[in-house]
């Protein structure tokens, strides 16, 4: 077994997350991926309950990522103290928890700090489980990181499907339900490994120190100019859309097919990055993300040049995750710091792109996010050439040489 190989195993040998423990992972994902969508399809069912105004309801979302992104920075902080089941036990507790909490509030306070709860969980959930996917499992890390955040996805399109279907004045029995299976998921802990083993340092890694602090950079840059992007048009393409000249139903279904594109394209990613190296496929998906964004600008394609985005921006986060970690192996807050980094990108561009459009025009929120594409292809190509993927799969291929010719027996 290579040094690389043996890096994705805790010391007893052991690998870091079994069948059942990988497969209640998927679950937590749809879980998250659900509890994040309901706020926006309940706002109608919370302005009446607690009679507050649109804003004030949207302050639901924002407690969430606040919460989420001090979960991310709280469980990297423990991960050196406590092992990875107490502090993932921890995370599903709180969610649970802070669903409970926001179902039954008897007030808009309450409710409100009910909604950090559920997001301190959340982050520890989203930061824990996309480490543990990242390291454990080799040269399949991509491909299973690209599985988990599929997952999602699937999560993110069923939850306002559920609001849909049974009412949004039945958005407590939803979260509640949500938490019930948050609990249902600790029995499955023992499938995790303890404790991560020290990653192993492969030939054209950057170590550690002023060498890694570019590389970090580099990635930070990409998951705040993609989540900009995600966020950028997930938030105004309706808008562009009925700007341009579609009806309203059809602005909210192009909307809707983007969100699944983005699930869509981590699952048909999965399987290529068995052959296609990290570096290769962030680099199609900057170049894809900048030419689908810029077919948008033609009224008669925008809605499918929004699918178009969908699909390329999808296998980003995942993908670039394990390649930071084989790149940067002695810096373990590198993995905090782009998650926690995407996560502020959620929270600010939208305001920001807001602004954008109030001084300029909706039509051209394309060409803005087109700029932020081009930035984002101009940093993975910086990234590919000046940070190689040790123990990638093109990478170990190469090192491997040739497969053995076998015969097999009658």
């Given at each position: 077994m290579s040094a690389i190989s043996r890096a994705h195993l805790p010391e007893a040998g052991r690998p870091l997350l079994g069948t059942v423990a990988v497969i209640a992972s998927c679950v937590a994902f749809m879980v998250i991926g659900a509890l994040q969508a309901l706020y926006g399809p309940a706002i109608p069912a919370l302005r009446e309950e607690y009679g507050i105004?649109?804003?004030?309801?949207?302050?639901?979302?924002?407690?969430h990522f606040v919460g989420a992104l001090?979960?991310?920075?709280?469980?990297?902080?423990?991960?050196?103290?406590?092992?990875?089941?107490?502090?993932?036990?921890?995370?599903?507790?709180?969610?649970?928890?802070?669903?409970?909490?926001?179902?039954?509030?008897?007030?808009?306070?309450?409710?409100?700090?009910?909604?950090?709860?559920i997001g301190l969980g959340f982050g520890g959930i989203d930061y824990g489980l996309n480490q543990l996917f990242a390291v454990g499992f080799g040269n399949r890390s991509t491909a299973m990181l690209n599985l988990l955040n599929g997952h999602f996805g699937i999560g993110a399109i069923a939850g306002p499907a559920l609001i849909g279907w049974l009412g949004a004045d039945h958005y407590p029995?939803?979260?509640?339900?949500?938490?019930?299976?948050?609990?249902?998921?600790?029995?499955?802990?023992?499938?995790?490994?303890?404790?991560?083993?020290?990653?192993?340092?492969?030939?054209?890694?950057?170590?550690?120190?002023?060498?890694?602090?570019p590389v970090i950079a580099g990635f930070i840059g990409i998951y705040v100019l993609h989540v900009a992007i995600e966020t950028g048009v997930g938030g105004w393409e309706p808008t562009h859309l009925e700007a341009v000249g579609y009806g309203a139903a059809t602005a909210a279904t192009a909307t809707s097919a983007y969100w699944a594109a983005m699930t869509i394209g981590r699952f048909v990613v999965a399987p290529l990055s068995l052959r296609w190296s990290a570096p290769s496929i962030l680099t199609v998906c900057c170049a894809g993300m900048a030419g689908f964004l810029l077919l948008a600008?033609?009224?008669?394609?925008?809605?499918?040049?929004?699918?178009?985005?969908?699909?390329?921006?999808?296998?980003?986060?995942?993908?670039?995750?394990?390649?930071?970690?084989?790149?940067?192996?002695?810096?373990?807050?590198?993995?905090?710091?782009?998650?926690?980094?995407?996560?502020?990108?959620?929270?600010?561009?939208?305001?920001?792109l807001g602004?954008?459009?109030?001084?300029?025009?909706?039509?051209?929120?394309?060409?803005?996010?087109?700029?932020?594409?081009?930035?984002?292809?101009?940093?993975?190509?910086?990234?590919?050439?000046?940070?190689?993927?040790?123990?990638?799969?093109?990478?170990?291929r190469a090192a491997q040489g040739p497969e053995p010719v076998t015969t097999r027996e009658s």
């Open positions: 105004s649109p804003a004030a309801a949207g302050l639901s979302l924002s407690a001090l979960g991310v920075l709280v469980y990297h902080l423990l991960r050196g103290r406590l092992n990875e089941r107490l502090l993932l036990g921890g995370s599903y507790v709180l969610m649970a928890a802070g669903a409970a909490a926001f179902a039954f509030a008897p007030s808009w306070l309450p409710a409100l700090a009910g909604t950090f709860v029995e939803i979260f509640v339900g949500l938490g019930v299976v948050s609990l249902l998921i600790l029995v499955t802990l023992g499938g995790v490994a303890s404790r991560e083993s020290e990653p192993a340092t492969a030939d054209g890694a950057a170590t550690g120190g002023a060498r890694a602090l600008t033609v009224p008669t394609l925008a809605p499918y040049a929004y699918f178009g985005v969908g699909l390329t921006i999808a296998p980003i986060f995942p993908t670039c995750l394990p390649w930071l970690n084989r790149a940067v192996p002695g810096v373990a807050a590198a993995g905090a710091y782009v998650i926690a980094a995407s996560m502020i990108g959620g929270v600010a561009f939208p305001p920001l602004a954008v459009v109030d001084t300029m025009d909706v039509t051209t929120l394309p060409l803005v996010l087109f700029g932020l594409a081009v930035a984002c292809a101009l940093l993975s190509r910086w990234l590919r050439r000046n940070v190689p993927d040790p123990g990638g799969v093109a990478e170990s």
